[in-house]
C-alpha cells in the first residue's frame, strides 16, 4: 500500500516549524503544484485563500520553511530563487529559453561522482544542467544551442 503525502500540519510539526495559517497556506502552495515557483508566484497563490497575506509574510515563510528543511531554495545564475518541495535528492534543468524549471532524478548518489578536498566536510550539493526543455527543443529557431 503507498504512503500516502505528509500532511501541511504534520511535516511542520515533524520539522520543529511553528505552525501559523500563513506557513500552512505557503506550504501547501508549494506542495499542490510542484513547479518551482517563485515567491511572487506562491504570493499570487496563496492569496487565493488568504487573501490579507502580504509579500513580506510570503517571504518569511518560505525563509522559515527553507531553514527548517520543509522545501528547498533553488537559484540558476541572477534570476529569482525558486522553491522546491521535492525533498528526495535531485538535480535541476534549467531551461534558458522559457525559464522552466525541471527535477533531473539521479542515476547515482552525489557521493559516488566527486571526491571532496580531504578533510572537507561537505554540507550541501548541487546540479544544475541547462539548455533547452523539450518544448523550446523543437522551435524552428532553437534547432542549435
Known amino acids: 500500500m503507498p504512503l500516502l503525502p505528509e500532511t501541511s500540519d504534520a511535516a511542520m510539526t515533524r520539522s520543529g516549524i511553528r505552525l501559523t495559517p500563513q506557513r500552512r497556506f505557503v506550504y501547501e502552495a508549494l506542495m499542490e503544484k510542484r513547479d518551482h515557483p517563485t515567491a511572487l508566484e506562491v504570493f499570487l497563490r496563496a492569496k487565493e485563500r488568504m487573501p490579507s497575506i502580504s509579500l513580506a509574510t510570503v517571504y518569511n515563510c518560505l525563509e522559515a520553511l527553507t531553514e527548517?528543511?520543509?522545501?528547498?531554495?533553488?537559484?540558476?545564475?541572477?534570476?529569482?530563487?525558486?522553491?522546491?518541495?521535492?525533498?528526495?535528492?535531485?538535480?535541476?534543468?534549467?531551461?534558458?529559453?522559457?525559464?522552466?524549471?525541471?527535477?533531473?532524478?539521479?542515476?547515482?548518489?552525489?557521493?559516488?561522482?566527486?571526491?571532496?578536498?580531504?578533510?572537507?566536510?561537505?554540507?550541501?550539493?548541487?546540479?544544475?544542467?541547462?539548455?533547452?526543455?523539450?518544448?523550446?527543443a523543437q522551435k524552428p529557431d532553437n534547432s542549435k544551442l
Open 68 to 136: 527548517s528543511g520543509l522545501i528547498r531554495q533553488v537559484n540558476c545564475d541572477r534570476a529569482s530563487s525558486r522553491y522546491c518541495p521535492n525533498l528526495v535528492p535531485h538535480g535541476h534543468f534549467f531551461c534558458k529559453e522559457c525559464g522552466a524549471v525541471f527535477d533531473v532524478p539521479l542515476k547515482t548518489s552525489l557521493e559516488a561522482s566527486w571526491e571532496a578536498p580531504a578533510g572537507a566536510l561537505v554540507s550541501h550539493a548541487e546540479i544544475t544542467l541547462r539548455g533547452l526543455c523539450p518544448a523550446c
